[in-house]
């Protein structure tokens, strides 16, 4: 029971803590291309152009969200550790080791929230070419991000 408990916590924390990442975005110049296909389309390709850039950059093992992904699960299991031979010594190593992983947990994703809300960094510049050049291929042009 404890076990499913600190998956489902993990789990969440995971999702939430992925999902709260704030990401800048190419800013488009309103050329002719852009005013013929519309805003809705334009914002389409360009998080199909970001996409492709995630997926080329997390094969050269350059993922922010596994970063974030992976210090969570660190923190998960270091307080694992520590949650369960703290509880060792009262008799309740399972509780403890529980308690001390969605306390790792909670504690990295509210780091990385923080960080992500107070120092939104701009993309890495590799990224940035890759998302412009793929969106200038489409007919757009990129003025910068925000």
């Known amino acids: 029971m404890e076990k499913i408990i600190l998956q489902t916590i993990v789990i969440l924390s995971l999702s939430i803590g992925l999902s709260a990442c704030a990401t800048q975005r190419p800013v488009l110049s309103p050329n002719t291309h852009l005013m013929r296909v519309g805003s809705s389309v334009a914002e389409q390709e360009v998080d199909d152009c970001m996409r492709l850039a995630e997926m080329s950059s997390s094969e050269r093992g350059e993922s922010p969200q596994g970063t974030a992904a ?17 509880g060792a010594v009262v008799g309740r190593a399972g509780q403890g080791a529980a308690a001390g992983a969605a306390g790792g947990a909670a504690a990295s994703l509210t780091s990385a ?12 510049p590799a990224y940035r070419r890759f998302v412009d050049r793929c969106l200038r291929e489409r007919g757009y042009e990129p003025a910068g991000w925000k």
């Open 113 to 124: 929230f923080l960080r992500g809300l107070f120092a939104s960094k701009p993309p890495d």
């Open 70 to 86: 992976a210090d969570t699960v660190t923190s998960s299991a270091v307080g694992a550790a520590a949650g369960g031979a703290g």
